[in-house]
């Protein structure tokens, strides 16, 4: 079969399928490919089943982070390269790449295509999406590219070219694409004061993980006043719930001898701080999570249930969605009709969009905590932590990950994909939509409450 022949035979086999189905199979061939080659003898130092190894490719491509074997001694360079491509494909989206490729190639760009690079951004309109994935490109690039000088500068003296070279690339696009993967063991916690990687690290994961949108929108615009609404949302929303959880960490830490108990008063500030920002799905640790008091991981819970902004490389059901959720009981306390900020009102499909999207992720969480709670001999909020964390595509952990058993595995793989992926898209699949428009049923009240 020739080359021609081969492409021909790819596009018929997929023209029936619909943008949403096709996004998701192009998640689920990746990390198969990327289950063989972590498979591979020379990827691994020590004998690693294929269900875990299935299980790491799954938390690299959704860009998680939860793992089950440690990745700084479990895998060659080779494998730990691996992961890294997987981490970057899942992190910026397998349409956004292959579009990159048709750059290279001079390949011209079909209405299908903008239909799933539409699908696989998030976006309400496949126009101007190829200019989107341009900026995407253009921004993630240059974000890295910053992120691995800064990290060269401070890592290469301590540990030499190589190595610090390759520690530095590891750990930016780990942070950019909110994977959470360290080569260490126990993350960055030995760096837990140290300004130039806390700096650095969470840069990287807030411009990752507030939306590619928004950094478009910043760019084109420049003042925060003509920012679109989605902008000021999420940058306003972002800086609040950051605040909020910063100040919370430090204030129910800050006697906690297992975490910021013991350090220095500047020490204690930054760990706050890391840790405050890393739950909005960056998975990077500072200080022992299973460590932490009963509030600050139901803090952590919510956080990450919350996740990152919409076109983003992080999950969750989005901080935007929250903010819709937020608002909309506050405008029905206050007997008010429109739902509004910034002197813009809401429209109704994003907020049905979000209550669709909250419900189905709680359901999610719930099916998959309920499972976890049958297979699992371990403690309830331990379960919860894991299967929120996994949800939101965060990686961080109590310590239940690599306890888990067959089916406890398949269950947060499962949750992974679909929260990487989103609900709304795999409900699109699973639902037949048909053409109501032509049908009006009689209206009535329901009531409630």
């Known amino acids: 079969m020739n080359k021609s022949t081969l492409l021909g035979y790819l596009k018929q086999s997929t023209r029936h399928l619909s943008p949403p189905m096709i996004v998701v199979l192009s ?11 972590l498979k591979l ?3 691994t130092t020590e004998t690693i089943s294929w269900l875990d190894t299935l299980f790491t490719a799954t938390s690299a491509v959704t860009v998680t982070g939860l793992i089950v074997v440690d990745t700084g001694t ?16 899942g992190g910026l989206g397998l349409m956004t790449s292959a579009v990159f490729i048709f750059f290279i190639f001079k390949r011209r760009i079909g209405m299908q295509q903008r239909e799933i690079i539409k699908e696989s951004l998030n976006q309400e309109s496949s126009g101007g999406v190829i200019q989107l994935v341009r900026y995407i490109l253009l921004f ?7 992120g691995f000088t800064i990290l060269s500068i401070r890592w290469i003296p301590e540990y030499g070219l190589w190595q610090g070279s390759f520690y530095s690339l590891f750990h930016t696009v780990a942070a950019y694409n909110n994977a959470g993967f360290s080569l260490w063991p126990v993350s960055l916690s030995s ?6 990687v806390n700096l650095t690290i969470t840069g990287m994961f807030v411009l990752g993980g507030i939306g590619f949108t928004v950094l478009l929108d910043i760019w084109n615009k420049r003042k925060f006043k003509l920012l679109s609404l989605h902008s000021k949302v999420m940058i306003v929303g972002t800086l609040i719930i950051n605040i909020i959880a910063i100040i919370s960490i430090f204030i129910l830490e800050f006697s906690n001898l297992q975490t910021l108990g013991n350090l220095s008063f500047g020490d204690k500030v930054w760990s706050a701080y890391f840790q405050g920002l890393t739950p909005r799905t960056a998975g990077f640790n ?9 509030p600050s991981i ?22 935007s969605t929250f903010i819709i959720l937020f608002l909309t009981p506050l405008t029905v306390l206050k007997s008010g009709e429109e739902v509004s900020i910034f002197g813009r009102r809401i429209k109704n499909n994003a907020i049905l969009r979000a209550l669709t999207i909250a419900m189905i992720s709680f359901l999610l969480v719930f099916i998959a905590i309920f499972i976890l709670t049958i297979t699992e001999n371990e403690p309830f909020i331990a379960i919860v932590f894991e299967v929120v964390s996994a949800f939101g595509t965060v ?3 109590t310590g239940l990950t690599s306890e888990l058993s067959i089916i406890g595995k398949f269950v947060i793989m499962f949750v992974m994909f679909i929260g990487r992926l989103g609900p709304i898209t795999i409900a699109s699949i699973l639902l037949t939509r048909k053409d109501s428009s032509l049908v009006r049923y009689p209206q009535e009240d329901l009531f409630v409450g």
């Open 298 to 319: 139901l803090l952590t819970i919510l956080l990450m249930f919350i996740g990152a902004g919409s076109a983003s490389t992080g999950s969750g059901i989005k901080l």
């Open 41 to 43: 003898p020379f990827s």
């Open 395 to 397: 990686g961080l952990s």
């Open 191 to 196: 760096y837990v004061g140290d300004p130039v």
């Open 140 to 146: 993630s690039l240059g974000i890295e590219l910053i």
């Open 27 to 37: 998640f689920f061939i990746l990390i198969l490919i990327g289950t063989i080659l």
């Open 74 to 89: 479990a895998f060659t360079l080779f494998g730990q390269t691996v992961l890294m491509f997987l981490m970057q494909l």
């Open 286 to 294: 500072s200080i022992d999570i299973t460590a932490l008091t009963t």
